[in-house]
């Protein structure tokens, strides 16, 4: 019996090398040079529910995390990254790196350009991720079949912070809404979540950021504030410049919601369990900033695509492709739950934090809020609400 | 039985050296770590009555008894050390240097080794405990976690938690040889008495693999049912098996059960209800109690393995690990 074992072992040792001829799995990585996200003094403002920085460190430390699994298929991982000026550009690199032989490509770019670029590659044979764009139109009206969505959409992110609100009791909500055309998407994904588990909006108002006296009902928040009565004061502000200044400053002793105070978000580097706290020391490390539900996203797609290879054993396109959207994947994002795509419009499935500047204090789905199928599917838009076209 | 007579032996010996401290030794006492409070808490095996509160390093996870049961090793991962507690004393002697973050351990059979696996860095690391010095590190996958060295001595097991493999570590090398795929988030290992079926538990696809350890295969797998929990709550971590290798006791985690497993067939036969989280779970020496640390409940649970119902709940420390039964 120990001579077999011997053996085996030996047989093992010997044997090793023949597994280092690995095959070569690119993941194409694309984004835009002119992304205003990115912005140096933007990202150093750090607002709540905005990236801190561009996300690629998160699919670099991801790469490093999956060689075990990558040498146990036989595959060796490798992304090719290429940032592009504008959308025009960003289809010909797309092209390029599908001649280059990616066929599983990460885009970290506004809605409009992912829109764009997933019309262009139709019929290919790509799939690309979605690792930055938190805009319902893409899981709704846009849904495409060769675009995945890893970051949570605005419907999850106001679903998850309208069953905290639910199980506050605190149903009465102010609205404050901004100008963009941002501000009204939040607001419309907030309208929605608040019909859906019974949230009273009470009021809507229009601010400005700016310090003219003659639009002082709309740029001062004690004067926005002090009218009807409510329970909390949600702020609806894409930029986030305006909301950050919102907590403290408003008429009455309530709590802020929504773009400032209590936010809800993909992650958060705050989360202290299920091996969240490693991966976030990982990416504080590498990227010498905390890491934010974009830096999760880049991180989680490449994780996705190798619990793919390495579970099916192929680098098929077509294999994979079948393998992520089907109800056998078990991903692990580090947040508890085993994380799935949805068939009806390709979004990663997930929890999501609801998060203080620096704790987490729920995690949604929360207790008692159920899905007759599963509970993360109270969060988004669900099977019979798409509107895929 | 000759390693239990020499325990005995052992016994009397140091019964007569330390004479004024005979209740060191064999103390029925229970140390259950906890995390966040950075202290092990040692209970009365019998009245459950706290004994003592030892500080350690921070964040005190992973323990085990020394061969010789004088010392308990306690892996601190914020201290970044190992601390060592003393029976007799029941406080903290001696600090060993085994890296960064240190998260569970075991020893070699003869006690000389000690592998830890290092969750930050990737690292399991071999650390001799006579001449107090790291002879080897092996990189392994992110997060490693359980870790089980062979009865044979010939080979040690590590999982990675995010690579979702078992490492197989030779000791004659300390090189991989091989890496066995799990499921999702692979936490601990339990080896069958003949060594020959090596178990995992699987956190995030709520699943037991069953390996042959001959062919570093998996053969099978065990799925979960508890009643009224929906598959996202199975999150299995602990793991026990009687010493005549027949029954398996298994934390679901956020499911709040142990499990009962039959091993010859793998089916489970029953599951207790415990505290929140379940993960710490140790067995007593003659197989008639369990012990379970709840970490979102913050207590510990005494389960008669006659009855398999809970007797006692007992509040611990902030976050409770592991516990051990110093029997």
């Known amino acids: 019996m120990r001579a077999i074992f011997t053996f085996i072992l030996l047989a093992c040792i010997l044997l090793s090398p023949v597994q280092a001829v690995e095959k070569t799995f690119v993941i194409g990585y694309l984004e835009l040079e002119s992304d205003p996200r990115y912005k140096e003094r933007y990202s150093e403002a750090r607002y709540r529910g905005q990236p801190w920085g561009r996300p690629f460190d998160g699919a670099k430390i991801a790469l490093k995390e999956v060689r075990f699994a990558a040498a146990s298929a036989g595959v060796k991982f490798e992304l090719k990254r290429k940032i592009v000026k504008d959308d025009a550009e960003l289809i010909a690199a797309l092209d390029t790196l599908i001649s280059d032989g990616a066929e599983h490509v990460l885009v970290d770019a506004p809605a409009a350009s992912i829109n764009a670029l997933a019309k262009h590659a139709a019929g290919k044979a790509v799939l690309l991720f979605n690792v930055s764009a938190v805009d319902n139109s893409l899981r709704q009206k846009q849904c495409r079949k060769n675009l995945l969505h890893i970051i949570p959409s605005r419907a999850m992110l106001m679903d998850a912070l309208a069953q905290y609100l639910v199980s506050s009791k605190w149903r009465k909500v102010l609205v404050l809404q901004g100008p963009r055309p941002g501000d009204a998407d939040i607001y419309q994904a907030f309208k929605r979540s608040a019909k859906r588990f019974g949230l009273k909006i009470v009021d809507t108002k229009p601010f400005k950021l700016g310090r003219d006296p003659r639009q002082r009902s709309r740029n001062n928040v004690a004067l926005l504030t002090s009218g009807k009565d409510y329970d909390v004061v949600f702020v609806a502000d894409s930029d986030g410049e305006f909301a950050r200044a919102v907590p403290y400053q408003i008429q009455r002793p309530r709590p802020v919601v929504g773009s400032a105070g209590l936010v809800a978000e993909g992650w958060h580097w705050a989360w202290d369990r299920h091996g969240a706290p490693q991966l976030s020391r990982r990416f504080l490390r590498k990227s010498k900033r905390w890491m934010t539900a974009y830096d999760w996203s880049a991180w989680m797609a490449v994780k996705a695509l190798a619990e793919a290879v390495q579970r099916t054993g192929s680098t098929e396109l077509n294999v994979l492709k079948q393998y992520l959207l089907s109800e056998k994947i078990v991903l692990d994002g580090f947040k508890g739950y085993p994380l799935s795509f949805r068939s009806w419009n390709n979004q990663l499935r997930q929890p999501v934090f609801l998060t203080t500047g620096n704790w987490v204090v729920a995690r949604a789905p929360l207790e008692g809020f159920l899905h007759d199928k599963n509970n993360l599917d109270t969060l988004g838009f669900d099977a019979r609400e798409i509107k895929c076209q | ?327």
Not at chain 2, 67 to 88: E, F, K, T, W
Not at chain 2, 113 to 142: C, H, M, P
Not at chain 2, 160 to 186: C, F, Q, Y
Not at chain 2, 278 to 296: E, F, H, M, P, Q
Request: proline share 4%.
């Open chain 2, 1 to 327: 039985m000759k390693v239990h007579r020499l325990w005995l032996l052992t016994v009397i010996l140091f019964g007569l050296i330390c004479a004024l401290n005979a209740e060191a030794k064999d103390t029925g006492y229970l140390f259950v770590s906890s995390e966040k409070d950075h202290v092990v808490t040692v209970l009365d095996g019998k009245t459950f009555k706290k004994i003592k509160e030892i500080s350690t390093a921070d964040r005190p996870r992973g323990m085990r008894f020394s061969p010789d049961r004088q010392h308990l090793y306690v892996a601190c991962g914020d201290g970044d050390s190992i601390d060592v507690i003393d029976l007799a004393k029941l406080e903290v002697t001696d600090q060993l240097d085994v890296g960064d973050d240190p998260e569970r351990f075991d020893l070699s059979p003869d006690g000389k080794l000690l592998y830890a696996s290092n969750e930050d860095d990737g690292l399991l690391t071999v650390f001799d405990l006579q001449n107090r010095k790291i002879i080897a590190e092996v990189e392994v996958g992110e997060e490693p976690e359980g870790v089980l060295a062979s009865p044979d001595g010939k080979t040690v097991y590590v999982t990675s938690e995010v690579a979702n493999v078992v490492h197989v570590v030779a000791t004659d090398s300390w090189k991989l040889v091989d890496n066995i795929v799990a499921g999702n988030r692979p936490r601990r290992l339990a080896l069958t008495p003949d060594g020959k079926t090596l178990w995992v538990t699987n956190e995030v696809s709520g699943t037991v693999s069953i390996v042959d350890t001959a062919s570093r295969t998996v053969t099978g797998e065990i799925k979960f049912k508890p009643k009224g929990f929906r598959a996202e709550d199975i999150t299995p971590v602990g793991m026990v098996m009687t010493p005549d290798g027949k029954t398996a006791y298994i934390t679901m985690g956020a499911a709040n059960h142990v499990a009962v497993v039959d091993v010859a067939t793998l089916k489970v036969k029953k599951y207790v209800l415990v505290g929140r989280r379940a993960w710490g779970i140790t067995l007593s020496r003659d197989g008639k109690t369990l012990y379970v640390t709840n970490g979102k409940s913050d207590d510990l649970s005494v389960v008669p393995t006659a009855s398999l119902k809970v007797k006692r709940s007992i509040p611990v420390g902030r976050v409770p690990y592991t516990v051990v039964v110093d029997d």
